[in-house]
């Protein structure tokens, strides 16, 4: 059985960089994509972006300039960074994997994890 | 790419069914066969209900059902039951560039 779990600061200070990390157990996270969605308080589920172990990452285009997605392969890690985080970065952050053949529907999810932005 | 236009809620008695509509563009809804859905309860991390449309993943009853005609993909809930009750959310995938989008949500109650 596949199990995510996300770790990481729940308190980041506007300005500076937002830094969680996923760590997967039960699977390899060399096969499948692994993607980080987040859902601000009362809000709906936003897609951040994914990485794939080879280096191939994708990010939503409205966060680009400030995200990087990174892996430990030896750890079965992936990581985020959103930098210059702002009030609006609040959020409930989730690792997923996108599974199936299709890699088109995230079938593992973390538990998820409160970021809040704010002095 | 814009979220996929989801009905704010829906409702339904015990053993009645309810269906749940996601509405997008030739350019991820229309454009794929991978919407998938998600039942989110409060303070529960997203499960995957559907995939591809209307297959079911190992565990999910066969009382939820995907389908699709055009732009926009609908579920539907039979039978319900009180643990149905929760929010559902829409995704599809949107192309190469930007491949997930998700829907504004559906909170669905059970009366």
């Known amino acids: 059985q596949v199990q995510l779990q996300e770790s990481g600061p729940g308190l980041v200070k506007p300005s500076e960089t937002l830094s969680l990390t996923c760590t997967v157990s039960?699977?390899?996270?060399?096969?499948?994509?692994w993607s980080w969605i987040r859902q601000p308080p009362g809000k709906g589920l936003e897609w951040i972006g994914y990485m794939y172990y080879s280096g191939s990452n994708i990010y939503n285009p409205s966060l680009k300039s400030r995200v990087t997605i990174s892996v430990a392969t030896s750890k079965n890690q992936f990581s985020l960074r959103l930098s210059s985080v702002t009030a609006a970065d609040t959020a409930v952050y989730y690792c997923?994997?996108?599974?199936?053949?299709?890699?088109?529907?995230?079938?593992?999810w973390g538990q998820g994890t409160l970021v809040t932005v704010s002095s | 790419q814009s979220a996929l236009t989801q009905p704010p809620s829906a409702s339904g008695s015990p053993g009645q069914s309810v269906t749940i509509s996601c509405t997008g563009t030739?350019?991820?809804?229309?454009?794929?066969?991978?919407v998938s859905w998600y039942q989110q309860h409060p303070g529960k991390a997203p499960k995957l209900m559907i995939y591809?449309?209307?297959k079911r993943p190992s565990g999910v009853p066969d009382r939820f059902s995907g389908s699709k005609s055009g732009n926009t993909a609908s579920l539907t809930v039979s039978g319900l039951q009180a643990e149905d009750e929760a929010d559902y959310y829409c995704s599809s995938y949107a192309g190469s560039n930007n491949p997930y989008v998700f829907g504004t949500g559906t909170k669905v109650t059970v009366l």
């Open positions: 997923a994997r996108a599974g199936y053949d299709s890699q088109t529907a995230f079938d593992y």
């Open positions: 039960g699977g390899s996270i060399t096969t499948y994509y």
């Open positions: 591809e449309v209307s």
């Open positions: 030739s350019s991820d809804v229309g454009g794929y066969n991978y």
